[in-house]
C-alpha cells in the first residue's frame, strides 16, 4: 500500500528526491512520515506531513536540508534531500500513522513502506 522509491547513490552535496506511492486505500486523514536506518543505528525519525492540514515536522538534523510534501497528481509524499551528506546514508522508509501527536514515533506507525536505500559518498 505504500511504495517508496528515488534511492540511489549520489556524491557529498547532491540531490535526491524520494517518491512514497499510496494505494489501495486513501490516506486523507493520515499523518504520512519518512524514518530511516543506517547499518547498525535504530531507525530515527526524519519528517512528517499532515495528510490533511498541510502542517509538516522535521528533525533537527535535516531542518533547512530535506523537504517533505505531497504530490496531489500522483497521490504520494515526496522527499526533498539536498545537501547530502554522507551521514545520511541509510534505508529511508516511509509510513503512515493515524495521529499527529504520533508523528515521531516509529512504533506508532500502521504501514510502511519496503524502504529505498540512500547512499551518499565522501
Known amino acids: 500500500q505504500l511504495q517508496a522509491s528515488g534511492g540511489g547513490l549520489v556524491q557529498t552535496g547532491g540531490s535526491l528526491r524520494l517518491s512514497c506511492a499510496a494505494s489501495g486505500r486513501t490516506f486523507s486523514s493520515y499523518t504520512m512520515g519518512w524514518f530511516r536506518q543506517a547499518p547498525g543505528k535504530e531507525r530515527e525519525f526524519v519528517a512528517a506531513?499532515?495528510?490533511?492540514?498541510?502542517?509538516?515536522d522535521y528533525s533537527d538534523s535535516v531542518k533547512g536540508q530535506f523537504t517533505i510534501s505531497r504530490d496531489y497528481a500522483k497521490n504520494a509524499l515526496v522527499l526533498q534531500m539536498n545537501s547530502l551528506k554522507p551521514e545520511d546514508t541509510a534505508v529511508y522508509y516511509c509510513a503512515a500513522t493515524q495521529g499527529w501527536y504520533s508523528r515521531r514515533w516509529a512504533t506508532l506507525y500502521d504501514y510502511w513502506g519496503q524502504g529505498t536505500l540512500v547512499t551518499v559518498s565522501s
Open positions: 506531513n499532515n495528510w490533511s492540514s498541510g502542517g509538516t
